[in-house]
C-alpha cells in the first residue's frame, strides 16, 4: 500500500475527486492533506472525507524541517500537488526524488511559472488567442511547472469563450484523468 499526501491551497475539488478515486483501493490510500491556509475549502473537505489534515505556514513550508517531519511520521511515499502554490523547496524534492507530482491547468510549457495559477492561466489563454488548452501532469523539480511531463490531454478554446469557460473544461479534464495519471505514476514506483 503507498501512502499519498496532498497538498493544497484552496478549495481541493481536486482533491476530494483524488480521494473518492481512491476509496477502497488496496493499492493507494490517501492518507494526509496538507493546507498552507487555515482557511482554505481544502479542511472542510478532509474532514467530511475523514482524512487527516495538516496546516503549515509558509515560513514553515519553505524551511521543509517541519513538513519532513510531518511526512515521516505518517510514512507518506508519494506526494501529490493540487492547486498547490507554494514553491517546494529542494529539501522536500530531495527526500521524494521523482515522487512529487503536479497538475497545472495549461499545456506547458505555455502559460506556466511564478503567478500562473487559477484563473491567470486561463486568463492568459484567452489573451493570448490560443484554439486550445488543457492540463499538464508533470513530476517537479526546483522550478514553478517545470520537471518531466508524464500526461497532457487538450480541450478546444472557442473564440467566443470566456476564461471562466476555460477554467470548467480544464476542470473536467482534471477530474477525468488526475487520479488515474497518479495510479499509473504510482505504479511504477516499485518497478
Ligand atoms: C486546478 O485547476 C489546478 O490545476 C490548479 O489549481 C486548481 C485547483 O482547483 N493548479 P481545486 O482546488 O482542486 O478545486
Do not use: W
Amino acid at each position: 500500500m503507498k501512502r499519498v499526501a496532498i497538498f493544497a491551497s484552496g478549495s481541493g475539488s481536486n482533491a476530494e475527486n483524488i480521494a473518492n478515486y481512491f476509496k477502497g483501493s488496496d493499492a493507494v490510500e490517501i492518507s494526509l492533506i496538507l493546507a498552507n491556509n487555515p482557511e482554505a475549502y481544502v479542511l472542510e473537505r478532509a474532514k467530511k472525507l475523514g482524512i487527516e489534515s495538516v496546516v503549515v505556514t509558509g515560513k514553515e513550508f519553505r524551511a521543509a524541517d517541519k513538513v519532513l517531519e510531518i511526512l515521516k511520521e505518517r510514512n507518506i511515499d508519494f506526494i501529490v500537488l493540487a492547486g498547490f502554490l507554494l514553491l517546494v523547496p529542494a529539501k522536500l524534492i530531495e527526500a521524494y526524488p521523482g515522487k512529487i507530482v503536479n497538475i497545472h491547468p495549461a499545456l506547458l510549457p505555455k502559460h506556466g511559472g511564478k503567478g500562473m495559477y487559477g484563473d491567470h492561466v486561463h486568463e492568459a489563454v484567452v489573451a493570448a488567442g490560443d484554439t486550445e488548452s488543457g492540463i499538464t501532469i508533470h513530476l517537479i523539480d526546483e522550478r514553478y511547472d517545470c520537471g518531466t511531463t508524464f500526461f497532457q490531454a487538450t480541450c478546444p478554446v472557442l473564440p467566443t469563450d470566456t476564461p471562466h469557460d476555460v477554467a470548467e473544461k480544464v476542470h473536467a479534464l482534471e477530474y477525468e484523468h488526475f487520479p488515474r495519471v497518479i495510479e499509473e505514476i504510482i505504479a511504477t514506483l516499485d518497478k
